[in-house]
């Protein structure tokens, strides 16, 4: 059994992500796959509608997936979601979408403990409520449960708004959160069709044959001339509807007519509509899309197809390599490559903790295979978001998450093919789950694959010293978590005999090496871009500090180790607080929402980087406690391997 326990991990493994790769099926006649797959322009990037669904999703309730607590699924998918929002939005006005967690901003909305609570019928159900396996209280609400709110809603967002960010209560974010997730909602409800009217299509083919009398009719009222009148209403009507869903929505879903790259050509349906009172005739792209609004809500799943098939054959005359990687970008959102990397490393981590317990080759080897197919999975998911943007692999905080976590996961594997002790697995495990979930809260602001600011626009530069630095920061990282696996075995467990004492010392200087070359050079090479844009090489701007930070810190560590003032204890806790520096640099300093490097402000983070920090401080304090203070406490339960945990410790008490 222990011989075959890593062949059936990797099995198992792989048989996940296998299933995770298996494209999409349609759930039911109509083809909802083939519409998350046409191209939209938002933002200067063409990507498809799933994207949207996707991202929107994101920022309105925190997750992808749409669901009651009590009623379970109420969407296939998010581009089924964004179907029902802009072709039958007084359904899905009824599902739960809007994410509330404030106390005050509940109490705001007329919600109490009492119709918070959730009631299940199930005594299963009720007990996992307690457990807190479901959810116990409804966070979620309907925007046909805030549509009698919305006038307070506003009015606080317009107090709070004024208000500097870093200076405004946890209830004023929350409050302009929430009318910003209500702005964008109606944006998407605006973005094809005209939200109030049942029937578009019909209007649409009507107003086409009433526009050049209606145009008319128009200009013999301007003249005083006679009209009718009650054409002139309706011209005046509907153009008051284009009106609103130009001005309403940023996504631009109506292409050029002819292959024209210039990206300044896509217009938004509503201002492609408003172009038919000079041109007498409907775009055909917003026909398209109320001729799927027509087939949506009469169910008539054979025309949707039908139409979505012909509107797709005439965009791929024209648009063929934009339409390729809007769908490889469709596919790339259905696996979720990121997600199951997460899975992944958490199984991996605590395999990695039981190999030190038990079966130490066998679950060591399991680990390291579930390290290396997360490692690979993720690898493929940068491989492909750099294909899909055209762009080195780091262009945001988002993206440097991911970095990050794979640039510390792969010096782990080499680690553990070296030292086989499960230690390098450990510690890509709980690295590459932090990050990837670090990513994964990032994620909550937007699409991830943005355009960049101007004077980040430079593959070279963010090929050569966002990378280099990225590194760095992968490589302080690991240092310190290694560290953090040293003082936690040796205090709390009695697996840490000399042998990997030894082996973790060696593995923590080797990467602090690396991080000092690493940090140094890409802080250098940061140096030279800011010379290059600003006319400067040093400014003392914050990020900047951070930078020189990192370099200073790990310099510190490897001088006091070579002037023999540190010893193994020592070296770790330095490199534990190498985690609290590196986090500073990376996330702090955006907070302080200052400087020319501030491009990834984050105000929601703080919490979470002060909590890090402390923890890391519990940890460097439990390091230096003396061992001999430990072994009072613990009694008399040391034994031997305690013993030798404390021969190792007396021998590098500094």
């Known amino acids: 059994m222990k011989k075959l326990l890593p062949i059936l991990a990797l099995v198992a493994a792989l048989g996940f992500v296998a299933r995770t790769l298996i494209p999409a099926q349609n759930p039911g006649d109509f083809n909802i796959k083939g519409f998350g797959e046409l ?8 990507k498809p509608l799933d994207t949207v669904a996707r991202t929107s999703l994101l920022q309105l309730q925190e997750r992808q997936r749409v669901s009651s607590p009590l009623t ?78 919305i006038k307070v809603i506003q009015d606080q967002a317009r107090l709070a708004d004024p208000i500097e960010s870093a200076l405004r209560t946890p209830f004023q974010r929350s409050v302009l959160q929430l009318y910003s997730s ?64 130009a001005e309403s929505t940023n996504l631009l879903v109506v292409p050029p007519a002819t292959d024209n790259p210039d990206l300044t050509a896509w217009k938004p349906a509503g201002a492609a509509l408003l172009e038919t009172f000079r041109s007498g005739r409907v775009d055909a792209s917003a026909l398209a899309y109320a001729g799927f609004a027509h087939a949506w809500r009469n169910n008539q799943p054979e025309q949707f197809n039908k139409l979505l098939q012909l509107f797709n054959a005439d965009l791929e005359k024209r648009f063929a390599p934009q339409l390729s990687k809007v769908k490889a970008e469709t596919r790339f959102n259905a696996a979720q490559p990121f997600y199951t990397s997460m899975t992944l490393y958490a199984f991996a981590f605590f395999l990695a903790i039981f190999a030190w317990l038990v079966w130490p080759v066998a679950l060591g080897k399991s680990a390291f295979w579930l390290v290396a197919i997360a490692w690979t999975l993720s690898t493929i998911g940068i491989a492909a978001r750099m294909w899909i943007e055209g762009r080195p692999p780091v262009t945001n905080l988002y993206s440097s998450a991911l970095f990050v976590g794979w640039g510390s996961a792969g010096l782990c594997l080499i680690l553990e093919a070296i030292y086989k ?11 590459g789950f932090m990050t990837l979930i670090v990513a994964h809260h990032l994620s909550l602001s937007g699409d991830t694959m943005e355009m960049m600011r101007a004077v980040l626009d430079s593959n070279f530069w963010l090929a050569t010293h966002v990378i280099v630095v990225t590194a760095g920061y992968s490589a302080t990282f690991l240092a310190g978590f290694l560290a953090t696996i040293y003082i936690l ?46 006319g400067r090489f040093w400014g003392w701007d914050p990020k900047e500090n951070g930078a020189l930070m990192i370099v200073m810190w790990n310099v510190i560590i490897l001088h006091a180790r070579w002037g023999g003032m540190i010893k193994q204890r020592g070296l770790m806790t330095l490199a534990i607080g190498g985690n609290i520096i590196t986090a500073w640099s990376w996330f702090g300093t955006n907070m302080l929402g200052v400087g020319l490097h501030s491009y990834g402000f984050t105000e929601g983070a703080f919490g979470a980087l002060a909590s890090f920090a402390l923890t890391q401080l519990a940890i460097i304090g439990i390091g230096l406690v003396p061992l001999t203070a430990w072994r009072s406490f613990k009694g008399s339960s040391a034994g031997p391997a305690a013993k030798t945990k404390r021969e190792v410790a007396t021998a590098s008490s500094r």
């Not at 939209?40 to 063409?46: A, E, W």
């Not at 050049?212 to 009148?229: C, I, N, S, T």
């Not at 002790?421 to 690295?431: E, L, M, Q």
Request: glycine share 8%; proline share 5%; hydrophobic share 45%.
């Open 39 to 46: 191209p939209v322009l938002v933002n200067g990037r063409i």
């Open 72 to 149: 379970g699924e109420l969407v296939s998918s998010p581009s089924e979601w964004l179907i029902e929002v802009v072709f039958r939005p007084e359904k899905a006005d009824t599902f739960p979408t809007f994410a509330i967690n404030n106390p005050d901003l509940l109490a705001l909305i007329g919600k109490t403990e009492d119709n918070l609570k959730i009631t299940y019928d199930s005594t299963a159900l009720k007990v996992l409520s307690v457990a807190g396996f479901v959810p116990s209280r409804h966070r979620r609400f309907s925007l046909q449960e805030l549509t009698p709110h």
């Open 182 to 245: 209500l702005v964008h909602y109606q944006r998407l409800r605006h973005a094809l069709v005209a939200p109030n009217r049942t029937d578009f299509l019909g209007d649409l083919l009507k107003f086409q044959d009433q526009v050049g009398p209606g145009v008319a009719a128009f200009l013999a009222k301007q003249r005083g001339e006679p009209h009718d009148e009650t054409l002139v209403a309706a011209i005046a009507e509907i153009g008051d509807q284009f009106m609103i869903m």
């Open 421 to 431: 002790n499960a230690v390098g697995s450990a510690a890509a495990g709980v690295i």
């Open 489 to 534: 075995r040796g205090v709390f467990t009695r697996t840490l005999d000399k042998g990997t004492a030894d082996s973790l010392s060696r593995m923590v200087y080797g990467i602090v090496c690396f991080a000092t070359l690493f940090s140094f050079t890409g802080t250098v090479l940061g140096g030279i871009w800011a010379d290059q844009s600003w």
